[in-house]
């Protein structure tokens, strides 16, 4: 059985700007202009992660899907091209894939 996920620990980072916020709900986060899951998106899916006041052409989304139509389909990371991405890019590509455990806070919003 899954484990549940306790949404007030969640830790929202911009990839625009590098707004750090917690929220006690998904739903507060995805009221206040955030795109993220579980509101938007899955978890270990590569997807924007972004305040209210950025696109998405900042994220790591839109870097590897102007890099190669990936767009509709489920593409393995094998044929991702990583070897583009800065530091900065590949560790959020790590973050996203070990989330939700890798966007816990040690304790809950408040």
Same mark, same amino acid.
């Not at 916020?21 to 924007?48: C, H, Q, S």
């Not at 890019?89 to 989330?99: D, N, P």
């Given at each position: 059985?899954?484990?549940?996920?306790?949404?007030?620990?969640?830790?929202?980072? =911009?990839?625009? &700007? $590098?707004?750090? *916020?917690?929220?006690?709900?998904?739903?507060?986060?995805?009221? %206040?202009?955030? +795109?993220?899951?579980?509101?938007?998106?899955?978890?270990?899916?590569?997807?924007?992660?972004? =305040?209210?006041? &950025? $696109?998405?052409? *900042?994220?790591?989304?839109?870097?590897?899907?102007?890099?190669? %139509?990936?767009? +509709?389909?489920?593409?393995?990371?094998?044929?991702?091209?990583?070897?583009?991405?800065?530091?900065?890019?590949?560790?959020?590509?790590?973050?996203?894939?070990?989330?939700?455990?890798?966007?816990?806070? %040690?304790?809950?919003?408040?």
């Amino acid at each position: 059985m899954a484990e549940e996920i306790d949404y007030s620990r969640l830790i929202y980072i =911009c990839e625009g &700007c $590098g707004t750090v *916020k917690m929220y006690p709900t998904p739903e507060d986060a995805f009221n %206040d202009g955030w +795109d993220y899951p579980p509101r938007l998106g899955e978890f270990g899916v590569i997807g924007p992660r972004t =305040c209210g006041n &950025c $696109g998405i052409d *900042k994220t790591l989304w839109w870097k590897l899907v102007t890099a190669r %139509d990936v767009t +509709d389909e489920k593409v393995p990371v094998s044929e991702l091209p990583l070897g583009d991405l800065t530091p900065s890019q590949m560790r959020t590509f790590q973050r996203i894939l070990g989330e939700p455990a890798s966007i816990m806070a %040690d304790k809950p919003a408040e």
